[in-house]
C-alpha cells in the first residue's frame, strides 16, 4: 500500500511544486500583489505595441501551420501509401528536424539562407561577385520556413500513421460505385483523414504559437512573438508583472488548443475501422506515381538540406574545409568571448540532460502508472500531467524565478532549478512512450505470470519490465534529447557558470567575427550529431507509429 | 470409503455493488476429475474461476484444497494452473521461454526445466517447437503452447477459460479430444469453463450448469442430458419438444393430458410432482415415431395425429416439423426414411413411446 502510494503521491506533488505553484506565482505577480487589481492586464490591452504581438503571434501560426500541412501531406501519402527502396532510412531522416533543438533548425537555416550561408556563398562562386543573393535573413519568410521546416515532422508522422492504416477498401469501394481519383480523395479519403489532419494541425500551430529560439535567431525583435516578448520584458525591461499578465493570456490561448486537440484525438479515436499496415501494400504503379514520387522526395531533401548546410559550413573556412572550428572547442585557450571554455559547456550540458534524463524517468514512469489505474480519474489525470507540454519553456523559466527567488528556496543561483526546468519540459514524452505499451499489455499477461508461481516482484523483472524496456529506452532518450536542447528556460534561468550548448551558442552569435560565427556553426553541428545519435536509438527501439507525442 | 473432494467451495459469493456476479456457490470437485462449467456468457462462470485462482477475492464464503482454506493465499503461492482465453503467452519469449517459466519460478535447474519443456512440448505434439516465437505460431500451436505451460509446473490444479474460444470449429473440435486425453493422461484435476455445450459434452466428467451466478445442476454429461432439472438446463442443452400437460393419473405408469394430446410414461412420478399438477413435458426428438396415417404399427401404444409442415435436410438426418394437437413437435429421422415416408401437408400417425418422455416441474412465473 505505501509503494503504490508514494508512487501516485510522488509525481503529483512534484508537478505541484515545480509547475502548479510558479504558476501561482506569476498569476499573482500579474495581478500587481493584489493591490492594483487588474493593472498589468490594463496596461497590456491598452498598449498597441502588445496588441500587435499578440495579433502577431496568431496569424504567423496560423500560417507556418498552412504551409507545414502543405509540405508535409504530400510526404505522408508517400509514406502511406508507397513502397520504395531506402523508405525506413527516409522516413526516419524526416522525423529528425522535430527532434532537433530549435536553436540547430534556426541555426541551419542561418547557414543554408544566411548572408554568408551556402546558397549565397554558392551564387557567388558561381555568378561571381555581383551574382544575385537571397535576402531573406531576418524576415518573416525565413520564419515561416524554418517553423514548417521544423513541425512538418508532426504531419507527417500523425497523418502518414493514420493513413497506412486506413482500409483500402474504401477507396475501393468508392472507385466501384463510379467515382473518380480526384472524387474520391475529396468525399472519401480526404474526410476520413480529417481528424488526423485537424491534431496535426493544432500541435504544429501550439509549437508555432510559442515559438522562441527561431524567432530569437532568425527574426531578432522586429517579429517578437509572445514568447520572446514575455523574455524581454523578463529579462530587458524588468516589468515582471506586465510579462506576468502576457504570460496569462498565452496559456489561456495554448489551453484552449490543447482543448480542441484532446477533443478531436478522443473523437477520431473510435469509428474507422483501421487495418494492420502490413495488409495493405502499394497495389499499382504507373508513371504519374513515380513522378510524384520524385517530386515527394526532392521536397523531402529540401526540407532536409538546413541540416546537411549546417554541416556544411560548419567544417568549411576560407582555405576549403577543416575541422579547425571543432578543434577550437576543445582547446581551452579559446579567443570566444566568455570566460568559460567551449568544454565545460558541453560538459555542462551532458550532465544537465543525464540528471533531467533521471528525474523525468522517474516522474513519468510513476505518473504513467497512475494513469493507467483503473478509474474515472485517470483522464483528468492524464490531463493535468501533460500540462507542462501546453506551458511555454519561457514562461515556465520565468515562473521559476517569481517563484522561487527567496529565501528558504531560493534557486535562482542554482543548477537545480535548470534541471528541475527541463525535467518539467522532458517528462510529458516519457509519459507518451510509455502509454500506449502500458494500456496494450494483454490484460492477462500480468495474472498468467503470477499464476505460474512468479511473486509479484517477479513480474515486474521477467514479465513487465522486459515488455516496456524498450519504451523506457524511447523515453529516456527523448528526455535526454529534450534536455540537450532545450532553450527558452535555460536562457532565463541560466548562470554564466552553468550555461549550456544552446545558450553558449545564442551568446556566440551575438558576437561578432567569424571565428565565433564557426564555433557557433561547430557547436550546433556537435549538438546535433548527440541528438541524432539519440535519435537513431528512438527508432531503433520505437515499434509503433501511433502515439509519439 | 469414496475419497473426499480435492477442490470443496462452500456457499461462495460475489458482488459488483447491487449485483451478484456468484450466489452462494458450493461445489466439489473430486482428483483427477474434469468439470465444465457450462453457462451462457456474463453468468459468473469465469469470475468464479477467478475466484479459485485467486485473481479476485470473494465476499463469503469458503474455498479449501484438500482441506486447507485458501483464503488470503496469494495466487502465485496456490499452485494452480490457468489458461486464459486470450492465452496471455509472453511475447518477448520464444516457445521454450514460455513453457519454461513457471518451472524457472520454482527455481528449477537449468536442465530440468530444459527436459520437463521437451517432455511438455512432446505431449502436446509440438516437439521442435522450442526455439519457435509466439508470433510465429498458428492460433492452434498457441492454444497447445498455453496448454503445455500451464501443464508444465505440474500445477494441482488446472483451471482453464474457454481456451478455444477463438478458434474455428473444426480446429476446435480436433483439439477438444486432444485437450482431455492430455488432460486425462495426466490425470490432473481440472475445471474447464465454456458457453459450448458440444465442448462440454465432449471434454466433461461432470458439467456444472451455471446461470445468473448460481449453479442450476450438476452431474454427468447424460445425466443433464436425459434429465434436466429445469426448462432453462434443457434448452440450454439444446433440447426442443418441450410442451406443456396436466398429470391425470399416476400409478404403474403416468398419464399426461398435453397440448399435443394424451402421453403416458413409466411412473413413479418425479420429487415435486403430484397428480393434477400442471407440468414441462420433454420428448426426445429420436424417439418420436412418424408415419403415414393407414400404416399398421407393429406394436401397440399411445397414438396421436399430426400434420407434416415441413421437412428440414441436415445431412445424414432430416428433422420432420408437424403439427400435433395445439403443439410442434420435432422428430429427427435418417434423411433416407425421411423421404421414403412423408412430405409436406402429409396427415400423418404420430407415436410417443414411453420412454421418450421426460417430465419437470413447471417453470415459476
Known sequence: MTASRLLVVG????????????????????????????????VLLGDTYYLGRIWFTIWQAAFSTFLTLVLGLPVAYLFARHEFPGKSLLKALTTLPFIMPTIVVAMGFVALLGSGGLVNTGLSGVFGDNAPQVRIANTLTIIFLAHAFYNYSIVVRIVSAYWANLSPQFEESSAMLGAGRVQTFLHVTLPL??????????????????????????????????????????????????????????????????????????????????????????????????????????????????????VERAISTNDGYSLVHFSALFSNDSGSYFYLSPLHVIWNSIRFAFMSMVIAMLVGTAAAYVIVRPGKRSSILDSLFMLPLVVSAVTLGFGFLVAFNRPPVDLRGSWLILVIAHSLVAYPFVIRTLLPVLRGMPPHLKESAALLGA????????????????????????????????????????????????????????????????????????????VALGFVVIERFRYRDIGGF | MATSPILQLDKVSKSYGETFAIRDVSLNVDRGELVCLLGPSGCGKTTLLRIIAGLETMDSGTISFRGEDLHGMAPHSRGFGFMFQDLALFPHMDVFGNVGFGLRMQGMSNDRVRMRVDEMLELVDLGDYRNRKVHELSGG??????????????????????????????????????????????????????????????????????????????????????????????????????????????????EIASSAGTLSTAGPLPGGISVGDGVLVIINERSISVAPVHHEWAEMGIRLSGVVNEQKFRGGESEIHMTVGRSELISVVPTVDAQTEVTSGDEVSVHVPPEAVTLLPPAEA
Open chain 2, 141 to 254: 500451436e498457441r492454444q497447445r503452447v498455453a496448454l503445455a505451460r500451464s501443464l508444465a509446473p505440474a500445477p494441482k490444479l488446472l483451471m482453464l477459460d474457454e481456451p478455444l474460444g477463438s478458434l474455428d470449429r473444426v480446429l476446435r473440435e480436433s483439439l477438444q479430444a486432444q485437450v482431455r486425453s492430455i488432460l486425462k493422461e495426466i490425470g490432473v484435476t481440472a475445471i474447464y469453463v465454456t458457453h459450448d455445450k458440444e465442448e462440454a459434452f465432449a471434454l466433461a466428467d461432470t458439467i456444472v450448469f451455471v446461470n445468473g451466478g448460481q449453479v442450476v445442476q450438476s452431474g454427468p454429461p447424460e445425466a443433464l442430458f436425459q434429465a434436466p432439472a429445469t426448462e432453462m438446463v434443457a434448452r440450454s442443452l439444446g433440447l426442443r419438444n418441450i410442451i406443456e400437460g396436466t398429470i391425470v393419473r399416476a400409478s404403474e405408469s403416468v
Open chain 1, 193 to 310: 483523414l480529417l481528424p488526423a489532419i485537424w491534431s496535426s494541425a493544432i500541435l504544429v500551430y501550439i509549437f508555432s504559437f510559442t515559438s522562441f529560439g527561431v524567432v530569437m535567431i532568425l527574426g531578432g525583435s522586429q517579429f517578437a512573438t509572445m514568447e520572446v516578448a514575455i523574455y524581454e520584458l523578463t529579462v530587458k525591461l524588468f516589468r515582471l508583472d506586465i510579462a506576468g499578465a502576457l504570460a496569462i493570456v498565452q496559456i489561456v490561448f495554448t489551453y484552449i488548443f490543447m482543448l480542441i486537440y484532446t477533443r478531436i484525438q478522443a473523437r477520431s479515436a473510435v469509428p474507422v475501422t483501421l487495418v494492420h499496415r502490413e495488409a495493405i501494400a502499394k497495389r499499382k504503379r504507373s508513371i504519374r506515381d513515380t513522378l510524384f514520387v520524385i517530386g515527394i522526395i526532392s521536397i523531402l531533401l529540401i526540407v532536409l538540406s538546413p541540416l546537411l548546410a549546417l
Open chain 1, 455 to 530: 511473486s509479484p516482484l517477479r513480474v515486474f523483472i521477467h514479465v513487465e519490465l522486459p515488455l516496456i524496456a524498450r519504451a523506457l529506452v524511447v523515453g529516456a532518450t527523448f528526455a535526454f534529447a529534450v534536455s540537450m536542447g532545450e532553450f527558452g528556460a535555460s536562457l532565463l534561468l541560466v548562470r554564466s557558470e552553468f550555461t549550456t550548448i544552446p545558450v553558449a551558442i545564442f551568446r556566440l552569435l551575438g558576437q561578432p567575427g567569424a571565428a565565433n560565427l564557426g564555433q557557433a556553426l561547430a557547436m550546433s553541428t556537435l549538438l546535433m550529431a548527440v
Open chain 1, 11 to 42: 509525481p503529483i506533488s512534484f508537478i505541484a511544486v515545480f509547475f502548479l505553484y510558479p504558476l501561482v506565482a506569476i498569476l499573482a505577480k500579474s495581478f500587481g500583489g493584489g493591490a492594483v487589481g487588474l493593472g498589468p492586464f490594463q
